[in-house]
């Protein structure tokens, strides 16, 4: 099994609709991201939280929302969906301590918005 | 706003040959990580070296970090066709463990 679930894989929903995406971890890391791939361009942060009571605003926040249900739960919304959030989203985790940690990535939500 | 950049966008090779791709950034960072992304799939993280490194090695892989010139490169030696994918570098600023990504250099290894 994966130690970082993204779920759906894909969706394709519709302009004005309410999506949430989820991630859920086994691999027992407080930090959990979550950050959007556009073609051609790095990854993007959206939300990162470094524990179950901590929420912080990245990069691109704007028309998103987070919840972090549990240490190893970690979900995205977007609460109004607009066609140019079209893009892979990925959740990522990573250890505390030093900020010298790797972050374990999901394989992805591809998300389409017509 | 991304920190790194990635030269060359793309790169096409030969396998049994060498990859060299290079990343630069503009502020002072903590340490600076490479990651591979295949295709539809999520980053996995490659090789970190810290600020006050200058070469780390990993396999067939080799990382040299400039700080004065704020630049690394990532060489992939006798590259096989499963080194084909996007290669990214992520730099961790001194006060955050926040990752800023490049854009990535897309690296195609024929048979």
């Known amino acids: 099994d994966a130690d970082v679930t993204q779920t759906p894989r894909n969706r394709i929903t519709k302009t004005g609709k309410r999506i949430m995406l989820e991630c859920s971890q086994t691999?027992?890391?407080?930090?959990m991201y979550w950050y959007r791939q556009d073609p051609g361009l790095g990854l993007q942060l959206i939300y990162y939280s470094f524990d179950v009571k901590d929420i912080n605003k990245g990069e691109i926040s704007d028309g998103y929302s987070v919840s972090r249900q549990a240490q190893a739960k970690f979900s995205l919304s977007l609460e109004s969906a607009i066609p140019n959030q079209t893009a892979l989203y990925f959740c990522?985790?990573?250890?505390?301590?030093?900020?010298?940690?790797?972050?374990?990535f999901g394989d992805g939500t591809r998300l389409s918005i017509l | 706003s991304q920190q790194g950049e990635e030269d060359p966008q793309a790169l096409s090779i030969q396998e049994g040959e060498n990859a060299t791709m290079n990343c630069s950034y503009k502020?002072?960072?903590?340490?600076l990580q490479w990651y591979r992304q295949n295709s539809g799939r999520g980053l996995v993280h490659l090789i970190l070296?810290?600020?006050?490194?200058r070469e780390k090695h990993s396999g067939r892989l080799r990382v040299t970090l400039d700080t004065s010139k704020k630049s690394s490169s990532l060489l992939i030696t006798a590259s096989r066709a499963a080194d084909t994918a996007s290669y990214f570098c992520?730099?961790?600023?001194?006060?955050?463990?926040?990752?800023?990504f490049g854009a990535g250099t897309t690296v195609t290894v024929r048979a």
């Open positions: 990522a985790t990573s250890g505390g301590g030093s900020g010298n940690q790797p972050q374990h």
């Open positions: 691999k027992g890391h407080d930090r």
């Open positions: 992520a730099t961790a600023r001194s006060n955050d463990y926040k990752l800023s």
């Open positions: 502020t002072s960072i903590n340490n």
């Open positions: 070296i810290r600020s006050n490194e």
